[in-house]
């Protein structure tokens, strides 16, 4: 197995790995990996549902999203036949996933099954690194603080983001508080999180007090040395760690052909590692 930093700021690959049997040092390796640089990029020849859904169980505990599919751990994320002019926008926003429920996200997986030749990249922000980057004095400022959370356009929503759809019957009412500055539940290390995408204010702050907060931290984390991207290609696992990243998908139209379509298959975990726990 290899292990290699990608071109950005942040981010490796790993190749040479056979996700359906690779023991636990190996898979140790990754998560650390992830852990370290944020997101990883698998080259794998080609994962059958059941090898991913397996693989997904040793990460963390996969979300059920659908009882009645042969594999409800699985969300499939497709351009065909779709209208993409609203269905786009769901997660064509910065954001941090589940970061609206009570509980948090660890990891999201995307299998591509099938990828387009340009466009439909996954970008991602780095808020560990932010966090690090902050003066000591704003550290100290903002080191208690608990950001109102709740599903819908945020406070801080950054210029170009689109609209979130709500998760089907999801009550748009329910509010939730997470820390401003949180632990990797992990490694320990600190980290701002979910800055913009369901940030509403800040606990014990008025309205606009607390979205100018917001704001000004997000100006700071949108900074090109917090800042990548990857382009998705057929047979490739990315797997992202949400306590320290925020993400956001690049739209694409409808699919015409092979050239521009693209087939995601989607897990969301939570809680940790069977090799962490």
């Keep these: ?27 140790t390796a990754i998560l650390s990996a992830i852990y370290d640089e944020r997101f990883a990029v698998i080259r794998t020849g080609g994962l059958p549902d059941e090898d991913y859904v397996r693989f997904g ?23 065909i036949g779709v209208d993409t002019s609203s269905y786009a926008r769901g997660a064509a926003h910065w954001h941090t996933d589940m970061s609206f429920t009570p509980v948090q996200a660890s990891f999201t997986m995307l299998y591509s099954v099938a990828a387009p030749r340009e466009r439909g990249e996954t970008r991602f922000c780095n808020l560990a690194a932010a966090y690090e980057a902050l003066a000591e004095s704003t550290r100290e400022e903002i080191e208690d603080l608990a950001v109102e959370h709740r599903h819908g ?28 500055v949180r632990r990797h539940p992990v490694t320990g290390r600190k980290t701002l999180y979910a800055i913009t995408g369901t940030s509403q204010g800040i606990q014990g702050m008025d309205g606009e007090t607390g979205a100018t907060l917001l704001n000004a931290l997000c100006d700071h984390a949108f900074q090109a040395p917090f800042l990548t991207s990857h382009r998705h ?43 962490f726990s």
Aim: with cysteine; proline share 12%.
């Design 1 to 27: 197995m290899r292990i290699e930093r990608l071109p950005g700021p942040f981010g490796v690959e790993v190749s040479d790995v056979d996700l359906a049997s690779c023991p636990d040092e190996e898979l």
């Design 57 to 79: 169980y040793r990460c963390g505990q996969p979300v059920r999203f659908d009882e009645t599919a042969d594999n409800p751990e699985i969300l499939e994320i497709t351009n």
């Design 153 to 180: 356009v945020s406070v801080s929503a950054r210029p170009g983001d689109h609209t979130p759809i709500p998760p089907e019957g999801w009550d748009q009412s329910t509010t939730v508080f997470h820390p401003l």
């Design 233 to 275: 290609r057929a047979h490739d696992l990315v797997i992202w760690d949400n306590p320290t990243t925020m993400h956001s998908a690049t739209p694409i139209g409808a699919a015409t052909g092979p050239g521009d379509t693209r087939i995601l298959r989607r897990m969301s975990l939570h809680g940790k590692p069977s090799v």
